[in-house]
């Protein structure tokens, strides 16, 4: 099972910055994940799933932990 995608994965599918999937998460504006504030750090959790379905890709979970996408 895979349990998160990185920020930079997402920003670069997204073709959007880092700082924006990360702003997103903070203020709980995109749907695909969450940030948690630990003291002064984010720590950030993008659940696989539901961001490949939020862009629009197919996602097939496979032995291991890798993903396999698919337009």
């Known amino acids: ?14 073709g959007k910055s880092q700082q924006f999937v990360r702003i997103g998460l903070q ?13 002064s ?6 659940s696989p799933k539901l961001f ?4 629009g890709l197919e996602f097939k979970e496979i032995e291991g932990g890798n993903e396999n996408v698919q337009n």
Do not use: C, Q
Request: hydrophobic fraction near 50%; proline fraction near 3%; charge should be positive.
């Open 1 to 14: 099972m895979v349990g998160n995608i990185k920020v930079e994965k997402a920003a670069v599918i997204m």
């Open 27 to 39: 203020r709980g504006l995109l749907p695909f994940g969450t940030a948690i504030k630990m003291s």
């Open 41 to 46: 750090m984010w720590t950030y959790h993008i």
């Open 52 to 55: 490949y379905d939020y862009v």
